[in-house]
């Protein structure tokens, strides 16, 4: 590796093999995080060459939300030969409906339909009528789904009516919709070094220790000593004397004990204001940071290393990032391998100087040795010339 690729970076490690070409999704351990600056601006991905390998980062890929269907529980559904097809399906959660999908059984027909909804089964309203029934008669599987686009409700019953009258019933089989959701953050333990507890006065300070300075996203707290209570919580990052609030908020017996909030340091307090009550006892105390990734194109023939460590360096622009909706959402997991600390630049060659008083005496002596030689070469000179 030339000198220059690992210059400024503090830390390297190594990504394990992978075995054919692709995107990967390259998971980043706490240890490796903690390492690097807050934003992971700093982190470079590079081959056994020193070519630097464009990436993405994970959270910036993966969508925040997703869409879950719906099935909408059927109330009745029947079918009156020379009349229509009714289906009732009930929208117990009061869900905005707008697009409502409707699961048939193959049929090569014309039909109109026509949605209606009610709140009690008794009075019904209409919703949208005289809706053409797209013909479907080749779907593998045996049936098809049919997009209902209708104005927005949020009756508690939807009524479908195929009319026909004089014709066979078509056969409906479910009816729903696609719920859009958001997607839960997942997150990785962060290791405590040590905990250490103590009540003063009115308040319970609680001391956290970490083995790096780890970024922290999430607080698990559970705390004993009372059935009831709501306590204030001020949360502080530590950095030597320095001393900043992440967080204020309160914790109660009713809820999770789950606290969100950023923070990065190797050491933090916890302040909890018991008031005129008896202070509370930790049970359970758990440190957690949201899951970091890299996400990048890999060859099987080459070899991979991450660089990082390196407080001055700025976030890489790449063109990958133009094309991110191309990649897909599921990709396979490629982990890195132990994290090697590195030396800075060229090696310092120490300057090893002598103590004054030594060189004093070899001063004098060599002194001395000139005056022994200057007098030896003028007695010659004197005997050659009386």
Known sequence: MPLFAQQGFKYKAALKPVTTDGFYRVELQPDLVAQCQRSLADIRLRNEKGITVAYLLGNTLFEKKRSNYRELPAVTKSSVNDTLTLFIAENRDKLNISRLWLKLRNTAVNRNLSVLGSDN???WFA????????????????????????????YRYIKIQVNGRNLTPVNILQAGLYVEENIPLQYVSVPIASIKTQNKADSTFINLSFKH??????LHL???????YQRSLEIY??????????????????????VYFSAKASKMQLIIYNGDNEP????????????????????????????????????????????ADSISKVLPVVNHGTIVSLTNG?????????????????????????FALTLKMTKEITKKNP
């Open 121 to 123: 089964l008794t009075h």
């Open 346 to 370: 060229q090696p310092k060659v120490k300057n090893q100087q002598l103590p004054a008083w030594l060189l004093w005496i070899a001063g004098g002596v060599g002194l001395l040795v000139l």
């Open 237 to 258: 990052q530590v950095d030597g004397n320095k001393r900043e609030q992440v967080k204020g908020t309160r914790v109660s017996s009713a809820g999770n004990g789950d």
């Open 280 to 323: 509370l006892a930790v049970k359970v105390l758990q440190v957690s940071q949201t899951e970091q990734s890299l996400v990048a194109y890999l060859k099987k023939e080459h070899q991979y290393q991450l660089w990082f460590g390196n407080a001055k360096l700025n976030a890489p622009f790449y063109d990958l990032q133009f094309f």
């Open 222 to 228: 559970e705390l004993t000593g009372a059935k009831y």
């Open 127 to 154: 919703i949208k009528e005289n809706i053409g029934l797209q013909n479907n008669d080749n779907r593998k599987g045996g049936s098809f789904e049919e997009l209902l686009l209708l104005p927005v409700s949020t």
């Open 213 to 218: 300075a780890y970024s922290v996203n999430k």
